[in-house]
């Protein structure tokens, strides 16, 4: 079946503008997670969702940043005012169940760079 | 929250030589030890898990052991191949934090003709 998508694959934006990045779970997966990936580094995660609530949005770095489920599939990472130091990798990955430790499917992820 | 740190940062073996991969964590009550591989440009691949009920888990030429009383984890690559350079990412989690995975920072793996 189809596996996690990301739109878009690149996005390129300029000091200051808002971003939207979008995350297609696998179907059927109650769990979604976002996380960061700055070159050369590991994978810092920012928001776990199960179902269309998020009970974990402790990795969020700032209140510039927001997320949101709707009809516990898609899921929609916002980054307001974007800096310099937004530029990354977004990832997203989805589980069959959250709260217990099942295998995370991770998307192929957005590249992110403000300039 | 869970600190993992991993280590080497970059590792070069020769092609058939093993190749070992160490992680440390903090929590002790993380319960769930994954071990993802990431070739350049792609998503990160999971190849192995150990839950905290075992010691030892084997996967063909692959292996992971986990000490929890040092908290610490290791990925043993045997017969290494061309195709196993990437970059490898331990992580850690537990069910009282909805399973998010605290990663290390990664080994870059070159195996070398």
């Known amino acids: 079946g189809a596996g996690v998508s990301q739109s878009p694959s690149n996005k390129v934006t300029e000091k200051g503008k808002d971003v939207e990045l979008r995350c297609d779970p696998i179907?059927?997966?109650?769990?979604l997670y976002w996380y960061r990936q700055s070159l050369g580094q590991g994978l810092e995660f920012l928001i776990y969702f199960q179902g269309n609530s998020a009970p974990d949005k402790s990795g969020l770095p700032s209140d510039r940043f927001s997320a949101e489920r709707t009809g516990g599939s898609v899921s929609t990472l916002t980054i307001q005012r974007t800096q310099q130091e937004d530029s990354a990798v977004y990832l997203c990955?989805?589980?069959?169940?959250?709260?217990?430790?099942?295998?995370?499917?991770f998307g192929p992820g957005t590249r992110l760079t403000v300039t | 929250g869970e600190n993992v740190e991993q280590h080497p940062s970059t590792l070069s073996v020769q092609e058939g030589d093993s190749a070992v991969i160490k992680c440390t964590y903090s929590d002790s009550a993380s319960n769930y030890f994954p071990w993802y591989k990431q070739e350049l440009g792609k998503r990160p691949q999971l190849i192995i898990d150990i839950r905290s009920n075992v010691g030892e888990k084997k996967d063909q030429r692959i292996a992971v052991t986990l000490n929890k009383t040092a908290k610490h984890f290791s990925l043993h690559i045997t017969e290494t191949q061309p195709e196993d350079s990437a970059v490898y990412f331990c992580?850690?989690?537990?069910?009282?934090?909805?399973?998010?995975?605290?990663f290390g920072t990664g080994t870059r793996l070159q195996v070398t003709l």
């Open positions: 179907s059927g997966h109650t769990a």
């Open positions: 992580a850690a989690s537990h069910t009282g934090t909805a399973s998010k995975l605290t």
């Open positions: 990955a989805s589980s069959s169940q959250g709260g217990v430790a099942y295998e995370q499917y």
